[in-house]
């Protein structure tokens, strides 16, 4: 049987779909409605020291990396298969082209929040 890399991409999917679902709502809600509007929690709460302290904590690190990574591997995944759905079928520059786009965010996250410094 041959080996296959699907697996990997699927579970990225899998695992960037749940957080997506259970997490995209409420950080809309948050920074674009509850903390600009002042309903629900006041404008401090996300103003700039704040947000910086918890990026640099090792937590928030791990939190924002995970939403930002899963996210786009999320994204490429469903743009792939999307475009099955749609009746283009892209080759494998068009797989490379979506899969690296996402591994490069991955790799530019990282390396943002590792420059953020720690705290």
Same mark, same amino acid.
């Given at each position: ?6 697996p ?6 899998? !695992? ?9 709502? #409420?950080l809309?809600? &948050?920074?674009? +409605? ?7 929690? *006041? *404008? %401090?709460? &996300?103003?700039? !020291? ?7 904590? /090792? ?6 990396? %995970? +939403? +930002?990574? /899963?996210?786009?591997? @999320?994204?490429?995944?469903? &743009?792939?298969?999307? /475009?099955?759905?749609?009746?283009? @079928?892209?080759? !494998? =520059? ?7 786009? =996402?591994?490069a ?7 943002? /929040? #590792? ?5």
């Amino acid at each position: 049987m041959k080996r296959s890399n699907a697996p990997i991409f699927w579970s990225l999917f899998g !695992a960037g779909g749940v957080l997506s679902a259970l997490t995209g709502p #409420v950080l809309v809600f &948050i920074t674009g +409605i509850a903390a600009p509007t002042g309903v629900g929690m *006041p *404008p %401090a709460a &996300i103003a700039y !020291a704040r947000t910086l302290e918890f990026a640099q904590s /090792l937590g928030g690190k791990a939190a924002l990396f %995970a +939403i +930002i990574a /899963l996210f786009l591997w @999320h994204a490429a995944h469903r &743009i792939y298969h999307c /475009l099955h759905d749609f009746g283009v @079928h892209p080759g !494998a =520059a068009t797989k490379v082209t979506l899969y690296g786009a =996402a591994f490069a965010g991955s790799a530019a996250a990282a390396w943002l /929040l #590792v420059g953020l410094g720690w705290r």
